[in-house]
């Protein structure tokens, strides 16, 4: 394990030298971070091991791991574009031992008569997580997604364009700003396939847009690419968001990817999933360190093979609370998910719930230390169908990461 540590630095830092070369010297901001992690999980076969455990590492993988070895560029162009790379290596086996988990241009030209507008083309996560809002889309609270931005790391990426156009109401003698979002994308027709065959999970991999979800060689749980037009029809998000004095801020997002259930690739192997659901979020910070998250997630993915329409409603939701003392943060979340199934033997069908507690101490900018417990108990039908096992398992994880940062963006 230690070598791979070594392999997966060696080849984040090979990358961020390239980028830097490309971009010029003092030109671009830029920043390389190694995550290293001492676990242990007594779970079920994860996800990346070919399983329906709702855990990124199983009882298999305990001890020394890379949690994620990351590099990023930001590339000014001008005045008022950019260009933003963030490229990672999870040391899993993935197609790709580093690839690209975000990659787009953004146009952001200067505030007129109170207004601003931003446009990003290119692959990006839609504005739908109050909790992942540190560099690399990772959370500042704890090691582990919730459940829902979990799933939002494994199936979905914006690759297209958003608008988004801001009112700056604290600009003007009001006590709150407003912005109205639209995203148009493709490539994105299998979202939906991870919550119908594995249900939920809480982890913090993220798919990155070149490689899969799930192990090569697993059977019955085949791997899965996520990011491919089969029907060619775009689909859309729409969204709104509220903030008060940047203290307070709600979101609501409504997303579909307007799949065709009876279009099939056959190259692939996969149908275009019909995925769609609506978001609800508010987050709430206090002068004293205080933050305190809820968000709620409704939607349903279905396909239509020749045996006729199947559908999977799902649904989850968590609170958070987290206090910030100097350089120390205690967090603790609460996480419920479930997925309905409308096929007849109820394929898919998952009820669960979760509790996460993590400490964070940052002595400065390079360097944070983590300690994270996770406790999922949950109901899935598949791992009867699927695996022949017992449909309910509770598993636990204990995680202590050590990451060190280097770069403009870590001064």
């Not at 729409?238 to 307070?248: K, S």
């Not at 009867?384 to 202590?400: M, N, W």
């Amino acid at each position: 394990m230690g070598r791979v540590l070594v392999d997966a630095a060696a080849r984040a830092g090979l990358a961020v030298a390239m980028f830097a070369i490309a971009a010029g010297a003092n030109a671009a901001d830029w920043e390389v971070d190694v995550d290293a992690r001492l676990v242990s999980s007594v779970g079920e076969r994860s996800i990346t091991n070919g399983g329906l455990g709702t855990l990124r590492y199983d009882d298999t993988q305990s001890g020394l791991r890379l949690g994620r070895a990351r590099f990023a560029l930001s590339q000014a162009l001008g005045q008022v574009w950019s260009l933003k790379l963030d490229a990672s290596a999870w040391a899993d086996h993935d197609r790709n031992p580093v690839d690209l988990t975000e990659a787009y241009l953004q146009f952001r030209p200067y505030p007129f008569a109170g207004y601003r507008f931003r446009l990003k083309a290119g692959a990006f996560y839609a504005p739908v997580s109050l909790e992942n809002r540190a560099a690399g889309w990772e959370s500042p609270y704890t090691l582990s997604y919730s459940a829902i931005n979990t799933w939002l790391a494994q199936e979905l990426r914006t690759i297209g364009a958003e608008g988004q156009i801001d009112w700056l109401g604290t600009r003007t003698g009001h006590g709150f700003d407003l912005a109205l979002t639209g995203g148009v994308f493709g490539w994105n027709d299998p979202a939906g396939v991870v919550i119908a065959n594995r249900g939920f999970s809480l982890s913090d991999r993220q798919t990155t847009l070149f490689g899969r979800v799930g192990a090569s060689n697993s059977s019955p749980l085949q791997s899965m690419e996520l990011f491919h037009e089969i029907d060619h029809r775009a689909g859309y998000y729409a969204g709104i968001e509220a903030r008060y004095f940047d203290r307070v801020v709600f979101r609501a997002l409504h997303y579909d990817n307007r799949g065709d259930p009876e279009a099939f690739d056959a190259a692939i192997h996969a149908f275009a999933w019909d995925t769609h659901f609506n978001s609800l979020g508010l987050r709430a910070e206090s002068n004293a360190g205080w933050t305190a998250i809820v968000q709620y997630l409704d939607g349903e993915t279905a396909i239509a093979p020749g045996s006729g329409y199947l559908g999977w409603p799902f649904k989850a939701r968590f609170a958070l609370i987290s206090r910030q003392i100097r350089n120390h943060r205690i967090s603790v979340r609460y996480d419920s998910f479930a997925v309905d199934s409308e096929s007849t033997e109820g394929g898919g069908a998952q009820r669960g719930h979760a509790w996460t507690a993590a400490y964070v101490f940052e002595p400065d900018t390079h360097w944070r230390v983590t300690l994270e417990w996770l406790r999922v108990t949950s109901d899935s039908a598949n791992r009867a169908l699927d695996l022949g096992v017992s449909p309910v398992a509770t598993e636990t994880q204990l995680q202590l990461s050590v990451r060190f940062a280097l770069g403009t963006f870590a001064r």
